[in-house]
């Protein structure tokens, strides 16, 4: 990015924001002059999030006039950082200085004196005798309130030090009318200094809620409707002062719906400042409840506790989160919520709390809306207007609040790193339980963990380099999938399956090169990835699911690339509208990965109160639903398949990838055996792979790879067995494999 000259006085903002100018100070051909305009831009937006300064400044300074110090600029920003620096010690001062009064015991005057000489001490050593003396810098009207506040702080010192070096054991000269006066001259002139600053170095103690509101990133839907919601407030205030009355009160409570990390909580506390500032609440208190806080574990202890909360919510604002939690359908009857319910409504309405406090109760969208319509008497004492439904953050949103919140611990993220973030922000979500900004913070704090457990700071070196996140320092899940094989390696371990193997590395590059075309902005083809595996048990549908699963988080299309096996128990329930239920609860499990349902010919039933049907039916409205964040996999014998496919329209236009697992061949299983033998570092006897090769090629077995499996079992138990713990041998001798053979195959 080039950087002009355009930026020519700290009277305006940069014109880069301070995430751009760490990559700008990144990138290679700067000249001296840009290197130092950059600094200068940094130091600016540095001394806005920390006005009385911090250790780094004064040295990114000081690389800048290194640079070129020419830069008029440099002076001014010094200036500035020197400026601020006094001003927000010397506020602090005003505030906290201790009030002398003429009626104050000997005592008590020498420790606030002691204390006042103390303060001005150290504000003293902040002034610089070069600005005091007008030798650097013109005698502007700044610098000439500057040197009023230098005299009148020094008077001051004066004063409080001869009391203390005169006083008697029980007196002291002091007037304490005169301090009170030039305490009062030094807040005055400390105003008159901060005048002078630049417009956004400003102290504005009168700023509203609705500016902090304007400071949050997104929501524009919901700020528009909070800007109107104050303007009517306050319309009908003003109205009073006019002498309108109004009988019906506006409502102060309020509903929040959305998923985690979107800003309900934050929201709450801006509107019980918002009712402060208009008069409405007596405070900007904000009493944080949920359901453990109120609902009790015998009868009357509810009441009482959401009673006590009302109570301490008085003047201000109750916020009741996951407010739904109170009262659930299908609750047992000893369950005290609707208590907390029933106390709440009692006191919104009754003559000594009503208008005292408001509720503001938040929650999930969905859970909300069915809580509130299952309790008629909270709804109506909430009017349709006060329900804010606030929405989740957008990738760009959320790829803001991970710049600023790696920005308040000093951090920025590159080019590169921004890309990782916006990849892993993607991976998260998945369902409703995304935490958005939430969850951003928990990945810029994971990201900050593992970069710091990684590297040391050693004091020779650059600044930025421990400022900068790389891509590198969001690797920390490449680590673990470094330790495993990759989804196409495993297909490639796995014994026989050809036919298998080839289409799911077929699947494979399509879906890479789809996705490297929706990249490169080219139009892409629909996916096709639902499937139905046939086969016998045994032929590895479940092992061949978790690598498909793999294959496609490897290509970048699943975020999570688990499985989650489900049966027909699993999804089908036994009373009306609970299958619908139970096959969603599934479905949620297995959002970004694989739902891979076992013998699901079994869905299907002839039976006329069979709930088969609804679970299909289900499971074809939630795929279409979630798109490609949900891959579903069908799995039971061939015929029984094809017959499940066909009665349902919707399974038959959304099932097109079909596999066939084909029953394994004797020499394919003796393989799979000398494999599993292997794993557990066994061997074969020359004979006893002999005997089990001619079984194999004499016997048809059913069970394919699991008759392996079992087979494996019985032979380390006779093994053992044979063994007597005499002999440390793990070779598997004829007659181990002949008497696990007739076990496995019940023979005696």
């Not at 640079?67 to 006094?86: F, V």
């Not at 019980?272 to 007596?282: D, K, P, R, V």
């Not at 574990?297 to 006590?308: A, H, L, P, V, W």
Request: charged residues 30%; contains cysteine; glycine residues 6%.
């Amino acid at each position: 990015m080039a950087v002009s000259e355009e930026w020519k006085s700290i009277e305006t903002a940069p014109p880069w924001k301070e995430p751009e100018i760490l990559r700008m100070l990144e990138e290679e051909g700067r000249n001296a002059r840009e290197k130092a305009l950059l600094r200068v831009a940094l130091v600016y937006h540095r001394l806005q999030r920390q006005p009385k300064g911090d250790e780094l400044s004064p040295g990114i300074l000081a690389e800048a006039k290194n640079a070129d110090g020419t830069l008029k600029l440099i002076r001014e920003m010094e200036s500035l950082q020197h400026l601020l620096r006094l001003i927000h010690y010397t506020n602090r001062f005003i505030q906290h200085a201790p009030s002398l009064r003429e009626t104050d015991h000997i005592s008590q005057k020498v420790k606030k004196t002691t204390e006042l000489q103390e303060s001005l001490l150290f504000l003293l050593r902040l002034f610089d005798e070069d600005y005091v003396n007008q030798t650097v810098v013109d005698a502007r009207s700044q610098w000439k309130t500057y040197q009023q506040l230098n005299e009148t702080m020094a008077h001051l010192e004066e004063i409080v030090r001869y009391a203390l070096e005169t006083r008697e054991s029980k007196r002291m000269k002091i007037s304490t009318s005169e301090v009170s006066r030039l305490l009062r001259r030094v807040e005055e002139e400390t105003k008159e200094l901060e005048f002078h600053l630049p417009i956004a170095f400003k102290h504005t103690p009168g700023r509203s809620a609705l500016d902090a509101l304007e400071d949050m990133i997104g929501l524009e839907d919901v700020k528009t409707y909070i800007h109107q919601y104050y303007h009517f407030l306050k319309y009908q205030q003003d109205r009073k002062t006019f002498g309108f009355s109004m009988v019906d009160e506006p409502s102060l409570h309020m509903i929040m719906t959305g998923n985690p990390g979107t800003g309900k909580t934050t929201l709450a506390r801006l509107l019980a400042e918002i009712y402060y500032e208009l008069g409405l609440l007596q405070t900007t208190e904000v009493v944080e409840v949920n359901r453990s806080h109120l609902v009790g574990s015998y009868m009357g202890q509810s009441e009482e506790n959401t009673m006590n909360y009302i109570k301490e919510a008085q003047g201000g604002v109750l916020f009741i989160d996951e407010a739904y939690s109170l009262k659930r359908e299908g609750q047992s009857g000893n369950d005290y919520g609707q208590a907390v319910i029933d106390t709440l409504v009692s006191a919104m309405t009754s003559k000594e709390y009503a208008g005292t406090f408001a509720v503001i109760l938040a929650g999930y969208p969905e859970e909300m809306r069915q809580f509130l319509w299952a309790n008629p008497g909270l709804r109506s004492r909430i009017p349709e207007q006060n329900r804010l439904d606030l929405p989740d953050y957008s990738s760009s949103e959320l790829l803001e609040i991970g710049e600023h919140m790696a920005l308040e611990n000093d951090f920025f993220f590159t080019k590169e790193a921004l890309g990782r973030l916006e990849i892993l922000i993607e991976k998260e979500q998945v369902d409703e339980s995304f935490g958005n900004a939430r969850s951003v913070r928990n990945l810029v704090l994971k990201t900050i963990f593992y970069k710091g457990s990684r590297e040391a700071v050693d004091e020779g070196d650059n600044w930025l380099a421990h400022m900068r996140i790389t891509e590198e320092d969001m690797r920390w899940e490449d680590e673990k999938e470094q330790k495993q094989r990759s989804g196409v390696e495993r297909l490639h371990e796995l014994i026989g399956l050809d036919t298998v193997k080839r289409e799911v590395e077929k699947l494979s590059s399509f879906v890479q090169m789809q996705q490297q075309r929706k990249k490169e902005g080219y139009p892409t083809v629909p996916i096709q990835l639902h499937s139905v595996f046939s086969g016998n048990p045994g032929t590895g549908k479940t092992t061949v699911a978790e690598i498909y699963a793999t294959v496609l988080k490897d290509c970048g299309l699943l975020k999570r690339g688990h499985v989650v096996v489900a049966s027909r128990s699993d999804l089908v329930a036994g009373f009306v509208g609970q299958t619908a239920i139970k096959t969603k609860k599934k479905i949620r499990e297995a959002l970004g990965g694989v739902l891979f349902i076992d013998e699901a010919y079994s869905l299907r039933s002839g039976m006329k109160d069979d709930f088969g049907k609804e679970a299909i039916e289900t499971l074809v409205d939630e795929m279409t639903k979630q798109n490609e964040n949900l891959v579903v996999i069908l799995a039971g014998y061939e015929e029984e398949m094809k017959k499940l496919i066909e009665s349902n329209p919707g399974l038959a236009s959304r099932f097109k990838k079909f596999f066939h697992f084909p029953d394994y061949s004797a020499q394919e299983l003796l393989r799979m055996m000398e494999k599993t033998v292997a794993t557990y570092s066994y061997e074969l006897s020359p004979k006893a792979r002999e005997y089990l090769e001619t079984a194999l090629l004499n016997t048809r077995v059913e069970g394919n790879g699991r008759f392996i499996g079992n087979l494996m079992d019985e032979a380390v138990q006779y093994h053992a067995w044979h063994q007597q713990g005499e002999n440390t041998s793990l070779i598997f001798t004829e007659k181990d494999i002949e008497e696990a053979w007739r076990a496995v195959r019940r023979e005696s």
